[in-house]
T-cell receptor, first 111, second 113 residues
Framework: NAGVTQTPKFRILKIGQSMTLQCTQD?????MYWYRQDPGMGLKLIYY???????DKGEVPNGYNVSRSTTEDFPLRLELAAPSQTSVYFC??????????FGSGTRLTVV | KQEVTQIPAALSVPEGENLVLNCSFT??????LQWFRQDPGKGLTSLLL?????REQTSGRLNASLDKSSGRSTLYIAASQPGDSATYLC????????????FGKGTKLTVNP
């Protein structure tokens, strides 16, 4: 049982480049989330989805986009990367009203 | 707006001590509270999940309690070991459309041999 799988684990981007962080889950969870974690700042919600075809913004959505075409996949797109997007990104999934399962994270550096 | 506070921010104890980590939240409209462990440079490992209708959960040397009405939770670690050294995060799952998880900033625990 793979749970939540994130790729890549590490990535270095140059300012202005774009990339997609992949997230897939095999637990048939309706709810999926993207968080970023910065030192001393805790985890902040970027985007979330309550089901295939439905997405919405979290606390810090600027500079990011998402899509949810299937229940399993919830990719996060970074357009025109900026140094402020240097962070660790976590994807998570959950059933309604239940506990979350997190992926192992993607460590992104923008230089 | 839901706010989650964890006290203390850091804690250093000798091996073998029993210890308590505290978590408070401002809005009691939650489905559950989850305690996570995070090792340096690693992901989040779920330790205990307490549903809003429950008072406590236990797993091995860990016991977590929840007082939803007062907005408090504690994580009790018995007979601490150096391998328990990590950051412990408390998070509440909000009621409502997003059912998002709101995190505290964590307690960094160091257990000294």
């Amino acid at each position: 049982n793979a749970g939540v799988t994130q790729t890549p684990k590490f990535r270095i981007l140059k300012i202005g480049q774009s990339m997609t962080l992949q997230c897939t889950q095999d637990m048939n969870h309706n709810y999926m989330y993207w968080y970023r974690q910065d030192p001393g700042m805790g985890l902040k919600l970027i985007y979330y989805s309550v089901g295939a075809g439905i997405t919405d913004k979290g606390e810090v959505p600027n500079g990011y986009n998402v899509s949810r075409s299937t229940t399993e996949d919830f990719p996060l797109r970074l357009e025109l990367a900026a140094p402020s997007q240097t962070s660790v990104y976590f994807c998570a999934s959950a059933k309604a009203q239940a506990g979350y399962t997190f992926g192992s994270g993607t460590r992104l550096t923008v230089v | 707006k839901q706010e989650v506070t964890q006290i203390p921010a850091a804690l250093s104890v000798p091996e073998g001590e029993n210890l308590v980590l505290n978590c408070s939240f401002t809005d009691s409209a939650i489905y559950n509270l989850q305690w996570f462990r995070q090792d340096p440079g690693k992901g989040l490992t779920s330790l205990l999940l307490i549903q809003s209708s429950q008072r406590e959960q236990t797993s091995g040397r860990l016991n977590a309690s929840l007082d939803k009405s007062s907005g408090r939770s504690t994580l009790y670690i018995a007979a601490s070991q150096p391998g328990d050294s990590a950051t412990y995060l408390c998070a509440v799952r909000e009621e409502g459309g997003s059912e998002k998880l709101v995190f505290g900033k964590g307690t960094k625990l160091t257990v000294n041999p």
